[in-house]
């Protein structure tokens, strides 16, 4: 489609700047950006030079980022619905070892490089001298995809002693392209430097040994100084990067992601997008009422997006769940002591899950596979906690669902009953979080963890069309001495009580030892 007026912004921004950044909230279609971004500049590249290379390197943390980008270049098209001059060129992914089927792929080992095309069996291999390079073997115009560690390798062959280069030393990529930057962490870029244009600078200091602003040794417009383009796409509002040891506060924004880095920073202008184009308008107002964003508008086509079922039941949570009118809701108890693992929510959700089942009804391996792919998700911050669920779920589907194996059914309902992390840059038709502890300790004990509001962020903005959230009355009334902890869990409990107005209080037969009561609150379309 035609990208809309805040994309358009984020793409001129960019190609208007050296550095840049595209603030991307959740279901904002960051992917569309970069592809429609790609696509307007090499049709500006080819207008300006049209004999001039165009270079392209797109770079991740995470390689479903890379193949679903790998993907939508393949179909991209122009305003004609033709395709479009993106899609014509050739795309290389940087491997160890596997290959991406709808891409050539560079096999890097130890001290030989493989172009693996399209179509053949057996990939070449390419020994290089200081006379033949891998860009030697690549066409004028493509696109390279890879990792930081897939990247380290190829630009250190430049160093090994067999004399091989991947690439010449005046080589550069003229745009660079970091997705899920707000992932990337800031050391990774190192793997980057190599494949900038190399410039060369002048540093002036004057008589009090202060450090003047660095200059460009030579004419800036002189044909030989040419400036690699860096854009920065995500959003760090969202969860930070995976790291062995989390950096000292004062530091997050210099040691965590790369986006974090130049936007706090150095103030790198940065352009948001403002239409969720994933969630209806009463999930997206969870995410409005985070502060987080400017402006973040919901696709029209979405606005009222709901499941939809012929359903009766007498039974108040599931009437309640189920009600195509309500699109979100929480529902609390009063347990006291759970420290990672809740039986209570534990059967809460096996119970909401299975009926939501019967309700879609699978009946083949693809509608199985379809249903935890797509149209569920739960989220449990602990092991234990979603161990249990999955073994409860397994217990009652074993006898009926026949048309797969036994493994691949516990593996199947596995993917999607996990951490949120495993969520990140995917969505469901409906999401259930159960936050599994209520004892006071425990709370304390984790409260940076489970009341973090980047992480509710993403629970909340996974859900395309339902969002349910279960927790004890204990989570809700936790009283922090952090300052900062308490602005977040004060967030957390005003989306919880201002924006689901409605309330619904009963006794449920849950756990052996007596009826259960429950609170559902809840806001309708």
Not at 46 to 66: C, E, G, Q, W
Not at 97 to 111: L, T
Request: glycine content about 4%; overall charge negative.
């Amino acid at each position: 489609p035609e990208p809309n007026q805040s994309q358009k912004e984020a793409i001129e921004n960019s190609l208007n700047q050296t550095i840049s950044a595209i603030l991307g909230p959740p279901g904002t279609g960051k992917s569309q950006t970069i592809a429609a971004l790609l696509n307007e500049y090499l049709e500006r590249s080819h207008t300006n030079n049209p004999d001039k290379p165009v270079r392209i390197l797109i770079t991740s943390f995470s390689y479903n980022a890379m193949f679903v980008l790998i993907d939508m270049l393949e179909t991209h098209k122009n305003k004609q619905d033709a395709p479009s001059k993106i899609s014509k060129i050739d795309r290389y992914f940087v491997t160890s070892n596997r290959n991406n089927p709808s891409c050539h792929s560079i096999i890097v080992d130890y001290n030989t490089i493989k172009i693996h095309q399209i179509g053949s069996d057996t990939p070449q291999t390419h020994l290089f001298t200081d006379n033949k390079t891998l860009e030697d073997h690549l066409p004028k115009d493509f696109i390279m995809f890879g990792n930081a560690h897939q990247l380290k390798k190829l630009t250190q062959l430049n160093d090994n002693e067999t004399g091989m280069k991947a690439f010449t030393n005046d080589f550069g990529f003229d745009l660079i392209i970091v997705d899920e930057a707000s992932q990337y962490p800031t050391d990774h870029i190192l793997s980057i430097f190599p494949l900038i244009y190399q410039n060369r600078y002048q540093v002036r200091v004057d008589k009090e040994l202060t450090i003047q602003s660095p200059s460009l040794i030579g004419d800036v417009e002189h044909p030989d100084h040419q400036f690699s383009k860096l854009i920065l796409v995500g959003d760090h509002n969202q969860l930070p990067p995976v790291q062995p040891i989390k950096p000292p506060k004062k530091l997050e924004n210099i040691l965590g992601s790369i986006y974090s880095y130049y936007v706090e920073n150095h103030k790198i202008k940065q352009i948001q997008l403002k239409t969720n184009y994933r969630s209806n308008e009463v999930i997206n107002q969870i995410t409005q009422n985070l502060g987080f964003y400017e402006l973040l508008d919901t696709f029209e086509n979405n606005i009222g997006s709901t499941i939809s079922f012929d359903y009766h039941s007498d039974d108040v949570l599931h009437k309640t769940v189920f009600d195509p009118n309500i699109p979100i809701l929480s529902i609390t108890h009063n347990q006291q002591y759970d420290s990672t693992i809740s039986l209570i929510e534990a059967e809460l959700v096996v119970s909401l899950v299975i009926e939501y089942f019967k309700l879609i009804n699978p009946t083949n391996k693809s509608e199985f596979s379809e249903f935890w792919a797509s149209q569920l998700g739960v989220v449990v911050p602990h092991n234990a906690q979603s161990n249990l669920i999955i073994q409860k779920i397994y217990s009652v589907l074993e006898k009926d669902v026949t048309y797969i194996t036994k493994d691949e059914l516990r593996n199947t309902i596995s993917q999607s009953i996990t951490s949120v992390e495993k969520f990140q840059g995917s969505a469901r038709d409906m999401i259930i979080c159960s936050i599994a502890i209520s004892s006071k300790d425990q709370l304390r004990a984790e409260e940076e963890f489970i009341y973090g509001l980047n992480r509710f962020n993403v629970i909340s903005s996974r859900a395309r069309k339902k969002f349910i959230f279960i927790c004890s009355q204990n989570y809700l009334n936790y009283l922090p001495s952090d300052q900062e902890m308490m602005n977040s869990i004060s967030m957390i409990k005003s989306v919880i009580d201002n924006l689901m107005t409605s309330k619904i209080g009963y006794e449920a037969k849950i756990l052996e030892h007596g009826p259960e009561y429950l609170e559902i609150k809840y806001k309708e379309f």
